[in-house]
Every structure is written in structure tokens, then in C-alpha cells.
């Protein structure tokens, strides 16, 4: 039996299970990893690549597709809403609508006030490659700018309540991902051709973000989070 990966605790949703009220988290991995979706098959990463390039591989126990991580390169978000909390909503699909809502405020700090961001609602739609690849579909509650997914997103529910993962690039590159996967040069390279245009980072959407930026917006999602509402956003804040 295989001992975990040194990342693989900061991905575990036993540690919020417990939690009586509402949790923002925002881990830090060590190194370059790899978080598969909890149906994904372990098969997915080519084992030489992984290991050549000193990647971890890890699993949420969210679904979707695989999300490629490395230092500094992302902000990822942990929110855990238990089931007494207003926040919580029992239909899975419009569920997850505040955390796009809570992105898109957070954002807007920071004076990105881009028209065409919007927060996708309604059922999931995978496409032909968001089970593979998460920034390839469109879920509830993510963030996108017109077509592409500036922020991606996974819930879990459990009886005590839902986490939800979010995570959004300084720069969407799939091609240090899909160098990963286990497939044959052609495939591959035309899976990074079509997601090239599937995502979108920060910097696309305000070129003057740096990476002192990327610090304050996770502490403003983390100070918003404590008192956020589901009356604080409304339906212009979404679409």
C-alpha cells in the first residue's frame, strides 16, 4: 500500500467534516501537482512524466476533471458551508452559485469590473473534454469571461454539509497538464490545442495583476467569507 503524498492532506475534507461553522481555507502546495477528480482513473498521469518531472499526484473527493497546480501559479479556495448555515442549499445545482458570486465581488476589488464576466448557472455541462480536463466544462457557480473559465470549481457534500473547491490561474497554460497524461503525442497535442482558449488567467483579464495581487485576493475572499450573504449578491451578479 502507497503512503500519501506530502500535498495530499491539504486536499483531505475529513479536517472541515467537524467544523460547527462556515471554514475558508486557501492551501499552499510545495511543488508541482497533479489533482485528479475523485472518478478519474489513476491511470490518467504517464507515470516516466510524473516522475521526471518531480510532479505529486493527488485526489480531491470532489468530481470533474484533472486541475495542474504549481507554486505560485493559482489561487486555490476551500470553503466548507455546513448544513445549518444559510449559505446551504440542498439542490446541488444551485448550490454552488454564491461561490462564483463571492469570486466575482472579490474580483471587482481589484478593479475587475470586465462585462463579460459572469457566473455560470444551472446544471453542469461537461462538453467533450470537462472529464478530463476542468477548465474544459462548465459547472455551476464558476467564474467565466464570455466563453472561458477564469475561475474552476468542485463540491462535496456529505451529511454535515459541502465543500467547495475553487481555484483560478495567474495564467491558463494546459500544456504542462496534458504533457502529463498517458496518451500518444497526437492526441496530446491536439488536446492543448483545443484548450488553449477553454481558460483564461488573471493576468488576461487585467495585465497589471501581480503576484502581490494574488496575496490580497485571498485575503479578501477570506475576510469577505466570515459574513457573506446570499442576500449580498444578487441575479445581476450572475449569468
Not at 84 to 113: C, I, K, M, T, Y
Not at 138 to 147: I, K, Q, S, T
Amino acid at each position: 500500500m502507497t503512503s500519501p503524498s506530502p500535498s495530499q492532506h491539504l486536499f483531505d475534507v475529513e479536517r472541515f467534516r467537524t467544523a460547527p461553522a462556515r471554514v475558508a481555507a486557501a492551501p499552499e502546495i510545495a511543488r508541482a501537482t497533479l489533482v485528479l477528480g475523485s472518478t478519474q482513473p489513476a491511470e490518467l498521469p504517464f507515470p516516466d512524466a510524473v516522475r521526471t518531472r518531480g510532479v505529486e499526484v493527488v485526489r480531491r473527493r470532489g468530481g470533474g476533471g484533472a486541475v495542474y497546480l504549481e507554486p505560485g501559479d493559482h489561487l486555490w479556495m476551500d470553503a466548507w458551508i455546513p448544513r445549518d448555515d444559510p449559505l446551504w442549499n440542498a439542490d446541488v445545482s444551485a448550490a454552488a452559485e454564491w461561490v462564483g458570486a463571492w469570486w466575482r465581488r472579490a474580483l471587482a476589488q481589484f478593479g475587475v469590473h470586465d462585462s463579460s464576466l459572469h457566473v455560470h448557472r444551472g446544471r453542469s455541462v461537461p462538453g467533450e473534454l470537462g472529464e478530463l480536463v476542468c477548465f474544459a466544462g462548465r459547472g455551476p457557480g464558476e467564474v467565466f469571461v464570455a466563453d472561458r473559465k477564469l475561475v474552476g470549481l468542485s463540491q462535496w457534500r456529505s451529511r454535515e454539509g459541502a465543500l467547495f473547491s475553487s481555484c483560478a490561474y495567474v495564467r491558463w497554460d494546459p500544456r504542462p497538464m496534458i504533457e502529463l497524461f498517458n496518451l500518444d503525442d497526437p492526441t496530446r497535442s491536439g488536446l492543448a490545442d483545443d484548450l488553449a482558449s477553454a481558460g483564461i488567467g488573471l493576468l488576461d483579464v487585467d495585465p497589471d495583476f501581480g503576484s502581490d495581487d494574488l496575496g490580497r485576493l485571498r485575503d479578501e475572499l477570506l475576510t469577505s467569507f466570515v459574513s457573506f450573504s446570499p442576500h449580498t449578491f444578487g441575479s445581476g451578479e450572475a449569468g
